[in-house]
């Protein structure tokens, strides 16, 4: 780990954590609340489109904050306000003609994302919707917001910042249980409709607080005019553009599955659950490693020191495997315990634990083509170079309508199912790996054409033996340790989930280190 990387890591790590286990809080409740029932599942349905533009366009590692952190870096804080404040009154003014155009088409928008719902969890998926809009044109300042933070090093501020909304979701829910509204008349505010309040609230206050934050370090520049720093303003907007579609792949792909996954009662809350379980410690990951790697990709780029970083960009892949492989054997091996320990309580009952262990199982082995593909994207990102991915997003989304399809047991309509493979809603997760897996190839091999080569050999023996270690791992684990879980009680079961998380840590750190594919150090990350 590079000396920019061990200066930041720490700030990153600790704000985002917060922020996961706010957000872990907000889905016990959530879980405890409203189990994998209707209202949740139409929820899912809901927060498909808003959820999209706050996670690609709003989120860390978005197209917004990583244009805008490319872009305004190297510029001083008053032409990086400029930019800032032309960027943000366009693209606000975009998403709100878009937001009210979803308003008023919501009822058609689920029909067409989910057309085998009922007509129940049609419409309180409607309902939430149209609370919902509002966030569309949020989104788009938070991104830019983001960007602009990171750029001065505040990462701590904007790892933090998106667990506002989840703990505005924890208060509405206790509100919620405290005054027990759900069974008088306002029924339909408090219950179906909770959720999306409580999202949108948490994403106004989010919104607030990083107005402020961005105005304190000198970044909001009201006064600016339109006909300054136009070239870095259109270096911006092409960046967003593309972006919004490669980076956000796996999103994309959300639309068709939960299309698919509306065949299937409680399915989108399932894949909700499940993939929050591995999105926490995922998003730790990415914040951490690749994150303080974009800046500095970006200084390599305008430094043309295209040996720099490709070193940096090797040293970034290994730390990606080796992390990853971790996160896929420790799921695999305990993800009854994890479901159990997490979720199985109030109307979350044992049948919708066993529906979540498959789907976290699944969630599991695509793990590392997530992150690797994450970082391969910024790589793009970083040196300007996204057309590529563009191009490869479109690609991506066809074979994930395929494999999806197919997963499910080819299935068309009056002529019932053509393949013999029908895993359910594994199915769909399984897809969205393949794709992955995929996209994860063509990225690296086109590396080349950007001056890039990457020792494909050498990286694959490495995460041969990353992989071995943990098969050997979870084979020790599960033999000696799931013996010994005999715990009654959550508080047991948590001392067991502790005592395992570290043993399953130690012995895949000496097996790698054993096998020389770990270059880790805890002396590089003190402060």
């Known amino acids: 780990m590079n000396l920019f990387l061990k200066n930041n890591v720490f700030s990153i790590s600790f704000g985002t954590s917060l922020s996961k286990l706010a957000g872990c809080i907000r889905q016990i409740f959530i ?19 808003p959820g ?5 366009i709003g989120g860390i590692n978005g197209p917004l904050h990583n244009a805008i952190v490319a872009v305004i870096t190297p510029l001083n804080k008053r032409d990086g306000g400029i930019i800032l404040t032309q960027v943000s009154i366009k693209l606000s003014i975009l998403l709100i003609c878009l937001a009210i155009l979803i308003y008023f088409n919501s009822n058609l928008l689920i029909e067409c994302l989910a057309p085998n719902l009922s007509d129940e969890a049609k419409s309180i998926a409607t309902y939430q919707l149209r609370i919902l809009t509002p ?19 505040k990462f701590f501020l904007s790892s933090i910042s998106p667990s506002i ?14 005054f027990k509204q759900e069974n008088t008349s306002s029924n339909f505010f408090t219950y179906s409709g909770l959720l999306a309040f409580a999202t949108l609230t948490g994403t106004l206050i989010q919104f607030v607080f990083q107005i402020l934050e961005i105005n304190k370090i000198g970044l909001l520049r009201l006064e600016s005019t339109f006909s300054l720093l136009k070239d870095d303003e259109r270096r911006i907007f092409k960046l967003i553009i593309p972006g919004s579609i490669s980076s956000g792949l796996s999103q994309i792909n ?7 996954a509306s065949s299937f009662q409680g399915a989108a809350s399932g894949l909700a659950y499940g993939n929050f379980l591995i999105q926490a410690p995922l998003g730790i990951l990415s914040n951490s490693l690749i994150l303080p790697l974009l800046p500095k990709f970006s200084r390599l780029t305008n430094d043309k020191d295209i040996r720099g970083l490709q070193k940096k960009l090797i040293s970034g892949i290994e730390y990606c495997f080796l992390t990853t492989i971790f996160l896929t054997g420790f799921f695999i091996t305990f993800n009854n315990e994890i479901v159990q320990l997490v979720f199985q309580r109030g ?22 083509f997530y992150l690797y593909r994450d970082l391969l994207v910024r790589t793009y990102y970083s040196i300007e170079k996204t057309t590529f991915p563009f191009q490869l997003s479109f690609v991506g989304i066809i074979l994930n309508i395929f494999f999806d399809w197919f997963l499910v047991g080819a299935p068309i309509k009056n002529f019932g199912n053509l393949s ?11 897809s969205s790996v393949l794709v992955n897996f995929t996209v994860c190839i063509f990225l690296s091999l086109n590396l080349r054409n950007e001056n890039l080569h990457l020792p494909h050999l050498n990286l694959f023996k490495k995460i041969s033996l990353m992989t071995l270690a943990a098969l050997i791992d979870s084979t020790i684990c599960f033999t000696i340790l799931k013996t010994t879980n005999n715990f009654n009680s959550n508080f047991g079961e948590f001392l067991f989930m502790i005592f395992a998380s570290l043993t399953f840590f130690v012995i895949y ?6 096998m020389k594919v770990n270059n880790f150090k805890f002396y590089k990350i003190k402060n």
């Open 52 to 56: 999209f533009l706050l996670i690609i």
């Open 509 to 514: 750190f000496l097996l790698t280190k054993c």
């Open 135 to 153: 966030c569309i044109p949020l989104s788009g300042f938070i991104g830019l917001s983001f960007g602009a933070l990171n750029s001065q090093k």
């Open 420 to 430: 013999p493979y029908n895993f359910g809603v594994v199915g769909i997760i399984l």
């Open 165 to 178: 909304t989840s703990v505005t979701t924890i208060f509405f829910i206790l509100f919620s249980w405290i």
């Open 254 to 260: 959300v639309f068709i599955d939960m299309f698919f």
């Open 347 to 368: 109307s979350f009952d044992y049948s919708a634990a066993l529906k979540v262990k498959n789907i976290l199982i699944a969630y599991a082995v695509g793990i590392p």
């Open 31 to 49: 879980a405890a609340a409203f189990g994998v029932g209707i209202t949740y599942d139409a929820f899912n349905y809901a927060y498909i489109i």
